[in-house]
């Protein structure tokens, strides 16, 4: 770096001497261009005639995988991986291993340092350190812009230019949508600020209420086909906002202080939007899409306009853009034509993002200046697995989505083949596959997957998308759905897990300084009987009306006593139940569940006792977090642990041995039970029951039918016995050679 000659005499010198040290028969150097493009800038084992010639996206091959997922990439045999990509012009064909790290600067990535081996060779984590401490010196040669220049550097996507560019948000819903870019940005002007007759205005306003409620119900109407679901009760939260007395109200005190019908509804729309911006609940903050989606329909009918939605011309693929918007105004739009949808704010668990999940439509949120960046009708690819849009891709980023999204149409034509089909394995273990479920929608999978039933229901979902808790009634309604939805197949209800991330607009804000392990799930259900209780009536009463069997699971249970005072209240309802005349399910099963590593120690005297655990479910996304004592959420321990470490499988092993011996079924439905490689290993560590989302039944399926469990029990016997940071490598290589599918 100090010796003299241009910036690019020193990369040259770079390469070779990261090349002669790591006895490479490749090192080379991509920099990132304007345009999300990476650009061979120098190599040693490549042709040479390709420096500055061969440019790719951040979506194409092993070297725009490093740079997307800013992650290192470690392959023994590359040729496997799906995103190899062979370019004829730069002479790799001889080349099997591959090691890239990304070039970050700044927080964002300036390029990719790459390694390659003519051999099979296992890279190490020394290999990958020592490429990233070297990435940190070349990252400051291309921020000196002597390579390219200062102006490309500091650009960014969309700076006024027709450039492909990238943008990255947080994923609201997964999927991959392809069409052109279309703007809501809806806005009326009003003209009139005042008005002579109070009397006529507050008409106006009356007649617009009710062509909106029938419009409402129009709505309604549309989405039936979706089945019941937690976008219906979203809607009638909408005709609620509609038919709020208080509201009306204030508008009609407007107008009779003066005001035109539309400036008195905008100045109540001010004056509630000023009120809640002053509120810190981000989930309170959110409903003021809602109040403000209510306002400007209300102002629609108000002038006989039809929404923007249905006014414009769209185009056969739509990719809507907005700020922030309200359920009902997507429901506007066409919904053949709808591929995806990005916002500059939102979260996962705002009202559009589930309705958008409804209709199965990709969504990225948080994206930040989207409107200022993307243009009317440009082209767009929304990629809501990785959290990111590319804005006017080139060609060959488009063509690579394209084929992704008919493989994976491919996929799914053989994944139904898989349904009726049962997850046996070629030595004869059986694993009974469940689907994890938070709203009824999704249990229209049961059918289409095959699954057995539900291993994981979550139900904080429908508490968190009300204004306030909802009453045992509803609740009994809500549960009789869930059983109707299963058609007889068993159902595992968690209990009410909020807190940490997932926060109730009716309960006060909770400022610990590390929500995750404060006041959450059963701690609060415990401090909070009644509201434990309430939902435990609700789930006895649905079970009873429909005579089916009941499955009840407490979350993240700490110590023994903590389930036995959960499972005494359950006692106390039952008791309440019968004492009033009513019936009570026969077969009632309580379980709990396992996230927290101190419980690991206790059951025995949970598992296999009177009135103990009936089955055990082991949540593995927090064991692990609270195992490494790593936040999951933190970006810079994303990969820092790995669930198939020695440590976490010893941990499920002994829960697994402890559960076999008292006759308790143990289920994983954390993550781990829909990956492939991982549940591949929990069969092996002695689970037989995974739960998993709807769209990894298939490929898990697939994985048991092509696995024999024996001889990767005899394998996991041996690397256990070793301190690898990870076994992943090992195991993924195993499996390759032996023809398991993952």
Same mark, same amino acid.
């Given at each position: 770096?100090?010796?003299?000659?241009?910036?690019?005499? #020193?990369?040259?010198?770079?390469?070779?001497?990261?090349?002669?040290?790591?006895?490479?028969?490749?090192?080379?150097?991509?920099?990132?261009?304007?345009?999300?493009?990476?650009?061979?800038?120098?190599?040693?084992?490549?042709?040479?005639?390709?420096?500055?010639?061969? #440019?790719?996206?951040?979506?194409?091959?092993?070297?725009?995988?490093?740079?997307?997922?800013?992650?290192?990439?470690?392959?023994?045999?590359?040729?496997?991986?799906?995103?190899?990509?062979?370019?004829?012009?730069?002479?790799?064909?001889?080349?099997?291993?591959?090691?890239?790290?990304?070039?970050?600067?700044?927080?964002?990535?300036?390029?990719?340092?790459?390694?390659? &081996?003519?051999?099979?060779?296992?890279?190490?984590?020394?290999?990958?350190?020592?490429?990233?401490?070297?990435?940190?010196?070349?990252?400051?040669?291309?921020?000196?812009?002597?390579?390219?220049?200062?102006?490309?550097?500091?650009?960014?996507?969309?700076?006024?230019?027709?450039?492909?560019?990238?943008?990255?948000?947080?994923?609201?819903?997964?999927?991959?949508?392809?069409? %052109?870019? $279309?703007?809501?940005?809806?806005?009326?002007?009003?003209?009139?600020?005042?008005?002579?007759?109070?009397?006529?205005?507050?008409?106006?306003?009356?007649?617009?209420?009710?062509?909106?409620? %029938?419009?409402?119900?129009?709505?309604?109407?549309?989405?039936?086909?979706?089945?019941?679901?937690?976008?219906?009760?979203?809607?009638?939260?909408?005709?609620?906002?509609?038919?709020?007395?208080?509201?009306?109200?204030?508008?009609?005190?407007?107008?009779?202080?003066?005001?035109?019908?539309?400036?008195?509804?905008?100045? $109540?729309?001010?004056?509630?939007?000023?009120?809640?911006?002053?509120?810190?609940?981000?989930?309170?903050?959110?409903?003021?899409?809602?109040?403000?989606?209510?306002?400007?329909?209300?102002?629609? &009918?108000?002038?006989?306009?039809?929404?923007?939605?249905?006014?414009?011309?769209?185009?056969?693929?739509?990719?809507?853009?907005?700020?922030?918007?309200?359920?009902?105004?997507?429901?506007?739009?066409?919904?053949?034509?709808?591929?995806?949808?990005?916002?500059?704010?939102?979260?996962?668990?705002? &009202?559009?993002?589930?309705?958008?999940?409804?209709?199965?439509?990709?969504?990225?949120?948080?994206?930040?200046?989207?409107?200022?960046?993307?243009?009317?009708?440009?082209?767009?690819?929304?990629?809501?697995? &990785?959290?990111?849009?590319?804005?006017?891709?080139?060609?060959?980023?488009?063509?690579? @989505?394209?084929?992704?999204?008919?493989?994976?149409?491919?996929?799914?034509?053989?994944?139904?083949?898989? !349904?009726?089909?049962?997850?046996?394995?070629?030595?004869?273990?059986?694993?009974?596959?469940?689907?994890? !479920?938070?709203?009824?929608?999704?249990?229209?999978?049961?059918?289409?997957?095959?699954?057995?039933?539900?291993?994981? @229901?979550?139900?904080?979902?429908?508490?968190?998308?009300?204004?306030?808790?909802?009453?045992?009634?509803?609740?009994?309604?809500?549960?009789?759905?869930?059983?109707?939805?299963?058609?007889?197949?068993?159902?595992?209800?968690?209990?009410?897990?909020?807190?940490?991330?997932?926060?109730?607009?009716?309960?006060?804000?909770?400022?610990?300084?590390?929500?995750?392990?404060?006041?959450?799930?059963?701690?609060?259900?415990?401090?909070?009987?009644?509201?434990? #209780?309430?939902?435990?009536?609700?789930?006895?009463? !649905?079970?009873?009306?429909?005579?089916?069997?009941?499955?009840?699971?407490?979350?993240?249970?700490?110590?023994?006593?903590?389930?036995?005072?959960?499972?005494?209240?359950?006692?106390?309802?039952?008791?309440?139940?019968?004492?009033?005349?009513?019936?009570?399910?026969?077969?009632?099963?309580?379980?709990?569940?396992?996230?927290?590593?101190?419980?690991?120690?206790?059951?025995?005297?949970?598992?296999?006792?009177?009135?103990?655990?009936?089955?055990?479910?082991?949540?593995?996304?927090?064991?692990?977090?609270?195992? @490494?004592?790593?936040?999951?959420?933190?970006?810079?321990?994303?990969?820092?642990?790995?669930?198939?470490?020695?440590?976490?499988?010893?941990?499920?092993?002994?829960?697994?041995?402890?559960?076999?011996?008292?006759?308790?079924?143990?289920?994983?439905?954390?993550?781990?039970?829909?990956?492939?490689?991982?549940?591949?290993?929990?069969?092996?560590?002695?689970?037989?029951?995974?739960?998993?989302?709807?769209?990894?039944?298939?490929?898990?399926?697939?994985?048991?039918?092509?696995?024999?469990?024996?001889?990767?029990?005899?394998?996991?016997?041996?690397?256990?016995?070793?301190?690898?940071?990870?076994?992943?490598?090992?195991?993924?290589?195993?499996?390759?050679?032996?023809?398991?599918?993952?």
């Amino acid at each position: 770096m100090a010796a003299g000659g241009t910036a690019q005499a #020193r990369l040259d010198k770079i390469v070779q001497l990261i090349a002669a040290e790591m006895v490479a028969d490749v090192c080379s150097v991509y920099v990132m261009r304007a345009g999300e493009v990476l650009e061979l800038f120098a190599t040693v084992g490549l042709n040479p005639q390709a420096v500055h010639v061969t #440019r790719m996206s951040v979506n194409e091959g092993l070297v725009g995988l490093v740079a997307a997922d800013q992650a290192p990439v470690r392959l023994s045999n590359a040729r496997n991986h799906p995103r190899f990509a062979y370019r004829p012009e730069t002479g790799e064909d001889p080349f099997q291993s591959f090691a890239g790290v990304p070039i970050l600067r700044g927080g964002r990535v300036r390029g990719v340092l790459v390694i390659q &081996h003519k051999d099979r060779r296992d890279y190490t984590e020394l290999d990958t350190e020592t490429l990233q401490t070297i990435a940190m010196v070349v990252a400051e040669l291309i921020a000196a812009g002597e390579l390219v220049s200062q102006g490309e550097i500091g650009a960014g996507p969309g700076d006024g230019d027709m450039r492909p560019s990238r943008l990255a948000g947080v994923t609201m819903n997964e999927g991959i949508g392809i069409g %052109l870019a $279309v703007l809501h940005q809806p806005q009326i002007t009003v003209r009139e600020m005042v008005a002579e007759d109070p009397q006529v205005e507050i008409q106006r306003v009356n007649d617009a209420l009710s062509t909106m409620h %029938l419009a409402l119900d129009e709505l309604e109407r549309l989405t039936a086909d979706q089945g019941d679901g937690e976008h219906l009760d979203i809607l009638e939260t909408y005709r609620m906002l509609a038919a709020d007395r208080g509201w009306t109200r204030r508008i009609h005190e407007a107008i009779l202080g003066g005001l035109s019908a539309e400036a008195a509804i905008q100045k $109540v729309q001010t004056d509630t939007r000023l009120r809640i911006a002053q509120m810190t609940d981000p989930y309170i903050r959110e409903r003021m899409l809602d109040f403000e989606d209510v306002a400007q329909r209300l102002l629609y &009918h108000l002038q006989g306009r039809r929404s923007e939605a249905a006014d414009g011309t769209l185009p056969d693929d739509v990719i809507l853009v907005a700020r922030s918007m309200g359920p009902a105004e997507l429901l506007d739009y066409d919904r053949s034509r709808l591929r995806g949808l990005i916002l500059e704010e939102g979260s996962p668990t705002s &009202h559009v993002a589930i309705i958008a999940r409804a209709l199965g439509i990709p969504v990225i949120g948080r994206c930040e200046d989207a409107l200022s960046r993307i243009d009317p009708l440009d082209p767009l690819i929304v990629d809501g697995d &990785h959290a990111q849009v590319y804005v006017r891709p080139g060609d060959e980023v488009e063509s690579g @989505y394209r084929k992704t999204l008919r493989f994976r149409a491919e996929e799914r034509k053989n994944y139904a083949a898989m !349904a009726s089909l049962p997850a046996i394995s070629k030595d004869g273990v059986r694993a009974t596959i469940l689907l994890n !479920a938070g709203m009824l929608i999704d249990l229209a999978a049961l059918e289409e997957t095959g699954a057995a039933g539900v291993g994981l @229901y979550r139900t904080e979902i429908p508490f968190m998308v009300r204004s306030q808790y909802p009453a045992v009634s509803a609740q009994t309604e809500l549960y009789g759905k869930v059983f109707d939805q299963a058609a007889g197949r068993p159902v595992t209800f968690r209990t009410l897990d909020v807190g940490g991330d997932k926060k109730l607009p009716y309960f006060p804000e909770d400022n610990a300084e590390n929500p995750a392990l404060g006041w959450r799930a059963i701690r609060m259900g415990l401090d909070r009987p009644a509201m434990l #209780r309430k939902q435990l009536r609700a789930l006895l009463a !649905a079970a009873s009306e429909r005579r089916a069997p009941l499955r009840i699971m407490f979350p993240m249970i700490t110590e023994a006593s903590e389930f036995f005072a959960a499972r005494a209240l359950l006692d106390r309802e039952i008791a309440r139940r019968l004492a009033d005349g009513g019936a009570v399910p026969s077969d009632i099963k309580v379980g709990m569940m396992l996230e927290v590593p101190s419980i690991i120690w206790q059951l025995p005297m949970l598992a296999g006792v009177p009135g103990g655990a009936d089955f055990i479910s082991i949540g593995t996304n927090d064991l692990m977090q609270f195992l @490494y004592a790593s936040d999951r959420g933190d970006q810079r321990l994303a990969n820092r642990y790995d669930p198939l470490s020695t440590a976490m499988l010893l941990a499920l092993k002994d829960v697994v041995e402890k559960c076999e011996a008292a006759g308790v079924p143990v289920t994983v439905c954390g993550e781990m039970g829909g990956r492939p490689l991982d549940a591949m290993v929990l069969l092996a560590l002695g689970v037989r029951m995974l739960s998993m989302p709807p769209q990894a039944v298939a490929r898990i399926k697939m994985m048991v039918r092509s696995l024999d469990v024996g001889q990767v029990r005899a394998l996991m016997g041996e690397l256990m016995r070793h301190p690898h940071h990870s076994l992943r490598e090992r195991l993924r290589l195993y499996a390759l050679e032996n023809g398991i599918k993952i």
